[in-house]
């Protein structure tokens, strides 16, 4: 599986829109791109997924470059309970096959 | 989203003795769950795969002696710590895949199971 670089830690201000980017120099073409939040003591939460260019739902943004060896996590406007541990995972969107977690980013958020 | 639920939620044993943490996919089927540990401050450790009907899939330096699972159901896995010992101490996760009609499948987590022997 695709290993994945974050960084290990960001801070941030109420209000701000936070970008955590991700590096998975090795994606395989059939894998996808998934994010997750965890808090303490909870499961992680599915964020968002994609494969290439531009996801968008209602809590997220996804941008994925055209080389996908990359992908970039946007919160916007963030707030005291973003604070939490984010991970970028990368894995084959079919044959059931468990997810790798890197370190992921605790993101700390700021009034 | 697709919900997985995980009981109990915590759970204080004494060494020696064995304990059983379920797994439910509530609202899907799931053909295949995960079980993952975390230890304080680290990630997930990807323990075993479970696939209903047949017998799990361990990870290099997971014991399955010790850790038994039982994936009897399409939406039931249960994960048995047997004999635990204090160093069997750790938040136990497990996840379902959402069977999907397009082609990607998406991962879901229960909330985990805090185990402390004693």
């Known amino acids: 599986l695709a290993k994945t670089t974050q960084p290990i830690s960001m801070d941030s201000y109420e209000g701000q829109e936070v970008n955590i980017t991700c590096s998975h120099n090795?994606?395989?073409?059939?894998?996808?791109i998934t994010w997750y939040q965890q808090f303490p003591s909870q499961g992680p939460r599915f964020i968002i997924q994609?494969?290439?260019t531009k996801v968008t739902n209602e809590v997220a943004s996804l941008f994925i470059p055209a080389d996908r060896k990359s992908s970039t996590l946007s919160l916007p406007r963030v707030s005291l309970s973003d604070t939490a541990v984010y991970y970028c995972?990368?894995?084959?969107?079919?044959?059931?096959?468990?997810?790798?977690f890197g370190s992921g980013t605790r993101l700390q958020v700021q009034p | 989203g697709a919900v997985v639920s995980q009981h109990p939620s915590w759970v204080i044993c004494k060494s020696g003795t064995s304990v059983k943490i379920e797994c439910r996919s509530l609202?899907?089927?799931?053909?295949?769950m995960f079980w993952y540990r975390q230890f304080p401050k680290q990630s997930l450790m990807l323990m075993a795969t479970?696939?209903?009907?047949?017998?799990?899939?361990?990870e290099q330096g997971v014991e399955k002696d010790k850790f038994l699972i039982n994936h009897a159901s399409l939406t039931l896995s249960t994960l048995t710590v047997t004999s635990a010992h204090p160093e069997d101490s750790s938040f136990y996760i497990c996840?379902?895949?959402?069977?999907?009609?397009?082609?990607?499948?998406?991962?879901?987590f229960g909330p985990g199971t805090r185990l402390l022997v004693l």
């Open positions: 609202d899907f089927q799931a053909t295949t």
């Open positions: 994609g494969y290439k």
């Open positions: 996840s379902a895949i959402t069977p999907q009609a397009g082609a990607e499948e998406t991962q879901y």
């Open positions: 995972l990368v894995g084959a969107s079919t044959g059931r096959r468990a997810l790798t």
């Open positions: 090795n994606i395989a073409t059939n894998d996808y």
């Open positions: 479970s696939n209903e009907g047949s017998k799990a899939t361990y």
